[in-house]
């Protein structure tokens, strides 16, 4: 049973930053982050290959959003940066065995989530 754990959620004002960790038990997988707001759809946010050697981003946070990871803890973390209201929602870290891009259907395990609310 492999387990994934967000942290490091809660409030933060518009135009801060904010930084949330992940950490997945067993082997090294691919990871990604993703968000869903009230009412919308879950969306991707960043990726980052089992090396670390490769990121990606989706449009709307690229430039503010960093995704990182220390292989030695297994953990993931995604650096929010230039806070906006709109960044309120709930975000979930999950691991895949075969990719870190924005495809949801090919992450295996997934995260509870951890809220995150930005404060105009």
């Known amino acids: 049973q492999v387990h994934v754990r967000e942290s490091g959620g809660g409030l933060v004002q518009a135009g801060g930053s904010l930084r949330l960790s992940c950490v997945a038990s067993?082997?090294?997988?691919?990871m990604g982050w993703f968000r869903q707001a009230s009412g919308k759809e879950r969306e991707f946010l960043a990726g980052?290959?089992?090396?670390?050697?490769?990121?990606s981003y989706a449009d709307s946070v690229k430039g503010r959003f960093t995704i990182s990871r220390d292989n030695a803890k297994n953990s993931v973390s995604l650096q929010m940066d230039s806070a906006q209201p709109d960044d309120t929602a709930a975000y979930s870290c999950?691991?895949?065995?075969?990719?870190?891009?924005?495809?949801?259907?090919?992450?295996?395990?997934w995260g509870q989530g951890t809220q995150v609310t930005v404060s105009s």
């Open positions: 980052i290959s089992a090396s670390g050697g490769q990121t």
């Open positions: 067993g082997r090294t997988y691919h």
């Open positions: 999950a691991a895949s065995k075969v990719t870190c891009k924005r495809y949801q259907h090919l992450y295996d395990y």
